[in-house]
Nanobody, 119 residues
Framework: QVQLVESGGGLVQPGGSLRLSCAAS????????MSWYRQPPGKQRELVAL???????NYADSVKGRFTISRDNARNTVYLQMNSLKPEDTAVYYC?????????????WGQGTQVTVSS
């Protein structure tokens, strides 16, 4: 099992920055990828950024050049640095982990953290 705890959300003005953190615990050695998803009000959850165990990253087009995903393996923590925030970035942000298990994979979600971009 893997437990994920997000932190760092809040209210920020347009153009501002926030850094989200996701601390993983449990069977972290078998995690092969971690991601950030978001769910805007009234919309479906969408992938924001992904980082693999090898360090490969991928971003949604809407955040490229503004958001950066990174990981600290020593702390089992993944970060999402969000710069130049826009009102349309307002959403609940969720951490996601995918872990190798015998015969397949297992997935885990954090509880979510609210990000509100408003003046």
């Amino acid at each position: 099992q893997v437990q994920l705890v997000e932190s760092g959300g809040g209210l920020v003005q347009p153009g501002g920055s926030l850094r989200l953190s996701c601390a993983a615990s449990g069977s972290v050695s078998s995690i092969n990828a971690m991601s950030w998803y978001r769910q805007p009000p009234g919309k479906q959850r969408e992938l924001v950024a992904l980082i693999t165990s090898g360090g490969t990253t991928n971003y949604a087009d809407s955040v490229k050049g503004r958001f950066t995903i990174s990981r600290d393996n020593a702390r089992n923590t993944v970060y999402l640095q969000m710069n130049s925030l826009k009102p349309e970035d307002t959403a609940v942000y969720y951490c996601y982990a995918r872990r190798n298990i015998p015969g397949g994979t297992s997935t885990y979600w954090g509880q979510g953290t609210q990000v509100t971009v408003s003046s």
